[in-house]
């Protein structure tokens, strides 16, 4: 094959991994970098580690969405570590999905304390915890794709996820105890 046929090939499947996996791993970025900009920053990074990799084109479809989603996260650590800055879930991401019947000033007050107690405990986890917990649940990854993003075996990612539920599942039966008494 000719370096300008590959060079297309390789153009093309990155284009199509940008459509299918873009936007999910635009939000994981936005949520590691704190504003859209950086995470529009991050996102280009990726892609252009994905047009510079000489392999991508030899992995299987499933080797190539975890190996975006690693360069996504080791992208998303070096911006973090460059920024020095940490930056929680924008939470006016959820409530502009609540429809406007639904957003009394009552609802809001109630979804904002809800919020920031799950904030409070999530902080309780370990960084390790969190980003599986958020990976799991915020983007709605099986344990295998957690597994390939964190680098870690996936009994290891289930073992992270069943703790992690069950330490929360612990803090907020106690705060019930606390408040019926």
């Given amino acids: 094959m000719e370096l300008s046929q590959k060079t297309m090939f390789d153009d093309s499947l990155v284009a199509r991994l940008y459509e ?3 936007p999910a791993l635009f939000a994981y970025l936005r949520q590691q970098t704190g504003s859209p ?3 529009e920053d991050v996102l280009v990074e ?3 580690a994905a047009l510079e990799t000489g392999k991508l084109d030899q992995l299987s479809e499933k080797e190539q969405v975890a190996w ?3 360069v996504a996260r080791n992208k998303g650590v070096d911006a973090y570590r460059r920024s020095q800055v940490r930056q929680g879930l924008d939470l006016s991401l959820v409530v502009d999905h609540i429809d406007d019947d639904e957003r009394t000033p009552e609802l809001i007050a109630l979804q904002r304390e809800a919020s920031s107690l799950l904030l409070t405990r999530l902080d309780k986890l370990s960084p390790v915890q969190r980003e599986a917990v958020r990976l799991r649940f915020a983007h709605g990854l099986r344990s295998s ?3 390939a993003v964190m ?3 996936e009994a290891t990612v289930r073992s992270i996820l069943a703790r992690s ?3 929360l599942r612990t803090l907020y039966e106690k705060e019930q105890g606390k408040d019926h008494l």
């Fill in 37 to 39: 900009e950086n995470a």
């Fill in 151 to 153: 680098g870690k075996r």
């Fill in 20 to 22: 299918l996996h873009g």
């Fill in 46 to 48: 990726v892609f252009i």
């Fill in 165 to 167: 539920l069950n330490f």
């Fill in 145 to 147: 794709e957690i597994a």
């Fill in 68 to 70: 975006l989603w690693r």
